[in-house]
Each structure stands twice: as structure tokens, then as C-alpha cells.
């Protein structure tokens, strides 16, 4: 299998964030790559985007092949903005959330921004219905993606220290953090 990194863009308030990842593929063509890059974002854009607020604007997803030449931008013909119309907290907290796969439970994470305010308590927790619900599309997000080249979102794990040495694991789980987390903004 290859592998490849996506990107996903995000501006709040003038201010620029995006989640970085990686999905394992049997794409053999660029028109395949572009096929897997474009699913994960029409996934992405119907799944994850309308449980945040409409004051984050996901702009757009690049891809690149992590062996190779190839470098796509989905089908982004315009960006996307989150589905509620609640104010978002500000742009440095995110949801946290998690994803696991079998190589010593390993948890990945992505800091998604855009969280609406009425979906923390006082003492900063994520409401358990918003986390627990954007946590359950990811697999539906995996479902769907098998059918593009035998696409799997996937873990990134050092193998022996050695920098640059990388394994792939696929994610057979996703979770999410409780309290707010500080966005962490990730170079492509």
C-alpha cells in the first residue's frame, strides 16, 4: 500500500489552522489519488464540518503521495463553512479528538477548531453530545473511503527512533477529549 498526507485548511477570525493526516491506498493513477483525495473531502465536508460553528471556514484539502510525485487539491470549488450558527469559542481551542489503532493502542490526535460555544459546560468540557457524535462519523468516514482504492485513514508511528522511518497503521478507532484543548497548528 501507499501512503499519502492530507491537509485540511481552516480559517477563523483571520487566523489559520489545519489538521494534518495520513491514508493508506492502492491508488495506482493520479485520476485514483485524486479519486481518494477527493472522497475524504466530500466525506469530511458532509460529516464533520456541520457539527461546528459557521464562524470556521474550511478553505481546503491538499494531498501528497509520502512516496512519491503526486500532490492534489480536492474538489474544493468553494470552501466550506461549519453548520451551526452558533459563535465558536475562540480560534486557539479545539475538540480533540482521537484515533487508535492496533500498534500498542497508539493514539493520534486532530485538533478540529470551530466548536460552538453551547457545546462546552462552564468548567470547559465538551458536552458529551458533541463529542461523542462528531467521534461517530469517523467510521462511516472509513467506511466510505474503502471504496476508493482501498483507502484507510491511518496512524504514523517512528520505527526505531531513526528519523524519517516510518510505519503506517490503519485507525480501527476514534474518541474524542473532554476538556478544550489548545489548538495545535500543524506546517503541511
Known sequence: MATAEFCIFYDQDGKNACNTGYIIHDALTISDFQAVADAFWNNWCSLVIPNLSNAI??????????????EVNAATAVSKVGGTVIPALPPNCAVGLTRTDAISRYKGRWYIPGVPESDVDDA??????????????FPTIATNMLGFSNAKIANRHAVGGLPGSYVYVSVDSYGYIST??????RRF
Open 57 to 70: 471556514e474550511t478553505t481546503q484539502m491538499v494531498m501528497k503521495d509520502v512516496d512519491g510525485p503526486w
Open 124 to 137: 470547559g468540557n465538551i458536552l458529551p453530545s458533541f463529542g461523542s457524535n462528531l467521534a461517530a462519523n
Open 180 to 185: 478544550v484543548v489548545s489548538q495545535k497548528q
